[in-house]
């Protein structure tokens, strides 16, 4: 039913004195039209509510409930066409009616100020209309009560309601127009909302009581929620008219305006429009126009806004904070996921990331271009600078990504309001460009980043400048999928470390390890922690080897102090350390002079005393020793003479060669092919440490002859009495002997090796697999495997296939003969 009358009490008329005598129907009725015509009038204030009330009482009682009924209809029908329709006719204007056609030759005011007058005329009929209705409902509410529910009939107040839709609202506007006022109002309603998006100001408070009357009549006589004017004819019009104005206006926009500027409007459109509907719609129209403007301006435009010039990739390259804000808000609104934005945003990681990748690769490979370009002289040294370069190059790649990272963290951070599957889109995408198949160097340059720091980055730095130091590796390392690749160089650049005494705290070093434990798991840390127990074993080894020489008897003042790594070759990455030759594994035992000879049997028997069963192998390339070297006297000012002495930090290669010369009388020299014949040194090792000891500027403890930096078979070699260093304890380091980026043949060596290994886990993934299931299909066996193998490495099918085929051969699986498809069993 129609709301505006409020619950009442019927009471029955007190009977009159003469009787029920026969009632006179066309008197009674001309009195209560008259009545009416009052009440419509205005003029009811000497009308008796209580004598017309029994009029209509007596009617209805007398059974002519029918003929009331419809004469009341009747007067209200008339009264409707002749009297009010009349007034409404007299609001069309022709701004107004012009409107309706065709804007031109009207302004905006005068559009406003006609549609503000025949809006006030209309509410003012409706309103006159209501209340008219209402006093006659009392006056006839006993028809209501008897009649109208007895015979199933519309109240005469919900009558009068169609009467109002039927004979004003959709009555003709004039003979010649075929529009009816129905469609006016819409139109003038849209137009006002239109002055409105325009900047105009309007009559909020009078829209809103026409929206109101459209909302209170409906299409049909059922009443249902569905057939209200307000949902069938204006919010129809209203969603259509604004979709058109809001698809030109994107239109516009994107011809016109920047991203920023195109967010920032859509954004108020979609925010004014919802303050409409409180303001002078209905709050049921909200989520049907904001999908229309989402829609329009958002949802179509999303793809052209994302790509634009001034888009996306502007803003991230400008750190246009607040503007991705509102791509991000925008795309929110019309897509959970916002591809568009993730797509965008992925693809400028990418590009950014591939940028970074370009560059590290053409700053490692500069130098080995001017090297090529240099010929043959001083190409030793070239190729030296060149692998410092290439560790430059890699150490500014971590940190160029590292950079990158922080970059799109703060943007996810203050732009994206730390949306988790925007933050997985991020990671995958710096994985991908981590991974990319034209940058194999990754797991290597990640571990030369952690190295760099391990030896002298963390220097100075307070423990939680240290820690996130350590928390930005482990963010890379999250993104490398081959997490064995990384296993092989770290385990590497950790024996350099460890051995050679480069690690600033071991402290770190096994803080470092846990956080990698706990990233990825105990099997990737095992070998790591091994390692350290190496160490913390061959420091007892040391001091047990010192008490029992101590009490062999008296302490000879020229015995040698011997200090030991003992190292588990399983463990232990040893083959990394050694020279570049391909016969590293067949290296040559060296010749060791006698009194180093004596120390190390010694040792060799304490050992085999201890741990019976067991093989010792020296490894003398990885050792370094002290020496104290003399020099002959030189005078002083003051006519003294003083003694020049150095304690000498060299390679136990440099100790055995600088020893030759303590046995030579003065002045004699040795040929670089009779130090190797005396040593035995390995080529390539006895090169670098004759670089070291005879080129090297400020360390030239022997001298050369000719002097050039390359050294051949003919050069010969001269204690150089005449050095004179300026600090009384030297180091002298071997050439090329830190961690530097592989070689091209190096690399190939560690992936051939590192393929190897991963041969074995492939077959112990796929043993595992079939032992638990028995029968697999082929299909299922390999997607088993590689979900198995994700989080150390991704492998090749082609590989699995492999590996399948050799177990097969060595009859761990057989081929289950007549099936359909691959399926293979497992043999016990």
């Not at 026409?210 to 059922?222: A, F, G, Q, R, S």
């Not at 803003?315 to 609104?333: G, H, K, Q, T």
């Not at 030896?455 to 928390?471: F, S, W």
């Not at 490495?793 to 691959?822: C, H, Q, W």
Request: proline residues 3%.
């Amino acid at each position: 039913m129609i709301a505006g009358r409020g619950r009442q009490r019927i009471r029955p008329p007190r009977r009159s004195l003469q009787g029920d005598s026969d009632i006179d129907f066309e008197n009674t009725w001309g009195t209560i039209a008259s009545a009416f015509r009052e009440i419509h009038t205005k003029n009811a204030s000497r009308l008796s509510y209580e004598e017309l009330y029994r009029h209509a009482y007596r009617i209805v009682l007398k059974k002519k409930g029918e003929e009331l009924y419809k004469r009341v209809k009747e007067f209200e029908h008339e009264w409707l066409s002749n009297e009010v329709r009349g007034s409404i006719q007299a609001l069309f204007s022709p701004n107004l009616l012009a409107d309706t056609q065709s804007l031109g030759g009207t302004t905006t005011n005068e559009r406003r100020v006609a549609g503000e007058k025949f809006l006030r005329g209309l509410k003012q009929a409706w309103g006159d209309h209501q209340v008219c209705m209402s006093m006659l409902a009392d006056v006839l509410m006993y028809m209501d009560r008897v009649y109208c529910q007895d015979h199933r009939r519309p109240s005469i107040y919900t009558a009068a309601m169609f009467l109002f839709r039927d004979d004003i609202l959709n009555s003709p506007t004039s003979d010649q127009d075929g529009r009816v006022v129905l469609s006016l109002l819409n139109h003038v309603i849209l137009d006002q909302i239109q002055m409105e998006r325009d900047g105009d100001i309007v009559d909020k408070h009078l829209i809103k009581s026409c929206v109101y009357m459209l909302e209170n009549l409906y299409e049909d006589e059922m009443e249902s929620e569905d057939s209200r004017l307000y949902s069938l004819s204006f919010e129809r019009e209203y969603l259509d008219s604004s979709r058109e104005f809001y698809r030109q206006e994107s239109e516009l926009m994107l011809r016109d305006s920047d991203a920023g500027a195109y967010c920032r409007r859509a954004r108020q459109r979609i925010r004014e429009e919802e303050d409409r509907c409180r303001s002078t719609l209905l709050e049921v129209t909200a989520p049907k126009i904001q999908k229309v403007v989402e829609d329009e301006l958002v949802k179509n435009r999303i793809r052209e806004l994302v790509d634009m010039e001034s888009g996306v990739r502007f803003m991230i390259d400008n750190d246009r904070v607040e503007e991705l804000n509102l791509i991000f808000d925008l795309n929110a609104r019309v897509d959970p996921k916002k591809g568009e934005l993730t797509r965008s945003i992925q693809k400028r990681i990418v590009d950014l990331g591939n940028d970074i990748n370009s560059a590290a690769l053409v700053a490692s490979q500069a130098p080995a271009a001017a090297t090529a370009e240099s010929g043959d002289k001083g190409k030793g040294a070239a190729q030296e600078k060149s692998l410092n370069q290439q560790t430059v190059a890699a150490i500014k790649w971590v940190e160029d990504v590292l950079r990158l990272k922080d970059k799109f963290d703060s943007i996810w951070r203050g732009s994206f309001n730390e949306d988790q599957p925007l933050q997985t889109a991020l990671t995958r995408s710096f994985a991908d460009f981590i991974n990319s198949t034209t940058f194999p160097r990754s797991s290597e340059y990640i571990s030369l980043f952690i190295d760099e720091n391990m030896k002298k980055g963390i220097k100075g730095k307070t423990e939680a400048e240290v820690d996130a130091v350590l928390e930005k590796a482990i963010i890379l390392l999250r993104y490398i999928q081959d997490k064995d690749l990384f296993e092989r160089y770290y385990k590497k650049h950790l024996c350099r470390r460890l051995l050679m005494n480069k690690s600033i705290s071991n402290d770190v070093e096994k803080h470092m390890i846990s956080k990698m434990k706990i990233e990825l798991g105990n099997n990737f840390t095992m070998k790591l922690e091994a390692m350290f127990k190496d160490m913390t074993i061959s420091e007892e080894l040391t001091d047990g080897f010192k008490k029992h020489v101590a009490g062999l008897g008296d302490k000879d003042p020229k015995r040698i102090e011997l200090g030991i790594n003992v190292l588990t070759s399983m463990t232990w990455p040893l083959e990394t350390m050694g020279n570049d030759d391909d016969e590293e594994s067949k290296r040559p035992k060296c010749n060791f002079p006698t009194s180093i000879e004596r120390i190390k049997l010694g040792f060799e028997k304490y050992y085999n005393e201890k741990h019976s069963g067991r093989k010792l192998t020296w490894l003398v390339n990885m050792g370094t020793a002290d020496i104290k070297a003399t020099f002959p006297r030189v005078p002083n000012k003051d006519g003294t003479f003083r003694e020049r002495r150095h304690d000498l930090n060299v390679s136990t290669y440099g100790m055995i060669i600088l020893l030759l010369f303590n046995d030579l009388p003065e002045g004699h020299s040795l040929t670089f092919e009779e130090i190797q014949a005396h040593t035995n040194i390995p080529h390539n090792d006895l090169v670098r440490n004759l670089q070291s000891l005879a080129v090297a500027p400020g360390k030239r403890i022997l001298l050369k002859e000719p002097m050039s930096k390359d050294v051949k078979a003919t050069d010969r070699f001269l204690f150089n009495e005449s050095f004179n260093g300026k600090f009384v304890k030297i180091k002298i380091g071997v050439v090329a002997s830190g961690n530097k980026v592989e070689s091209d043949r190096e690399r190939r060596e560690t992936e051939k090796k590192n393929d190897d290994s991963r041969a074995f886990q492939i077959e112990a993934a796929v043993v595992r697999i079939m032992k638990q299931r028995k029968e697999l299909l082929h299909q299922q066996l390999v997607s088993e495997t590689l979900a198995q193998l994700a989080a150390q490495f991704k492998p090749e099918v082609n590989m699995i296939k492999k590996r399948i085929e050799s177990l097969i051969e060595r009859e761990y699986l057989e081929r289950m003969e007549g099936a359909k498809t691959d399926m293979y069993r497992y043999l016990a």
